[in-house]
């Protein structure tokens, strides 16, 4: 947001001095038609001015252009801040995953690793992939979702498990 700020506040600068040149060019061309100037002495001074509102329009030209640029064109900074954002709330998750999994025991772990990789698992095909007893795999769901790890939903004759970390 802020390019586009600087973007705006360079543009219009350069329009400033755009039209501040061209004023100035005339009143020089003005002066030298009244003395009559290019083949006499006396006209050198209006000579090195010309030159100088070459200089400056070169200066116009590149205020305006980089502010065009940040106005338009520039979304770099934006695209790399989020990117950052995202990795970061990324790696916070996944610290907050691997805390969480050393609060649990062996069985628990199993079963949330099976939950993440496929959220919405049904329970009897988490009971295959965990390799758990019915009973065992009912007991180690009930207990994660007594810590409001997990959460169950009827789907047909079996249940569906989700994450809520």
Known sequence: MENKKLGIIL??????????????????????????????????????????????????????????????????????????????ELKVEEMKFKILMKALDPFEQKVIEAIREQDGITQNTLRLRTNMSKAKLSYVLQELEKRNLIKRIPKGKTLEIYLKI
């Open 11 to 88: 543009i219009i600068i350069s329009i400033v001095i755009l039209i501040l040149f061209i004023t100035y060019t005339s009143q020089i061309n003005q002066q030298a038609n009244e003395i009559g100037c290019f083949p006499k002495e006396n006209c050198k001074t209006i000579e090195r001015t010309l030159s100088l509102t070459h200089v400056s329009m070169g200066v116009f030209s590149f205020l305006f252009a980089l502010g065009f640029y940040l106005l338009f064109f520039n979304k770099t900074e934006k695209a790399i801040l989020e990117k950052l954002e995202n990795e970061k």
